[in-house]
């Protein structure tokens, strides 16, 4: 089975997600912050990482820096509020780009895509 990494400061998205990925088939870890999120992969290999870039203390930018030092070739999701563009701009190296607008349907076919 596949393994995806939630990190989101927000319960109810992060709630709304594991359902979604549940639901097809997929294993769920979910990490409300930098330190949860990084003890989770040191315990744990993920097949994919879900990143919201706005979140306090530690910012999903400076998260993505984290994760690349653990795992150079982990592949990341970034989620947020901002457009794709924006994304882009402050995270280029990312698998994929997700606008919180598009719905959970098109957030769940991007995952899909990303674990193929």
């Known amino acids: 089975m596949r393994k995806i990494l939630i990190i989101d400061d927000e319960d109810r998205i992060r709630d709304i997600y594991c359902r979604l990925f549940v639901q097809a088939g997929i294993v769920v870890r979910r990490a409300k912050n930098a330190v949860e999120a990084t003890n989770m992969m040191i315990r744990e290999d993920m097949d ?15 998260m993505f820096d984290v994760i690349r030092e653990y795992n150079p070739s982990q592949k990341v999701i970034v989620s947020s ?12 190296s990312a698998v994929d780009y997700y606008d919180k607008s598009e719905g959970p349907v098109k957030l769940l076919e991007k995952v899909v895509n990303t674990l193929i």
């Not at 994919?48 to 400076?62: A, P, W």
Request: aromatic letters at 4%; hydrophobic letters at 45%; charged letters at 30%.
């Open 48 to 62: 994919l990482i879900l990143l919201d870039l706005k979140m306090s203390v530690v910012d999903g930018r400076t």
């Open 81 to 92: 509020v901002y457009p794709v563009e924006k994304q882009r701009e402050l995270i280029p």
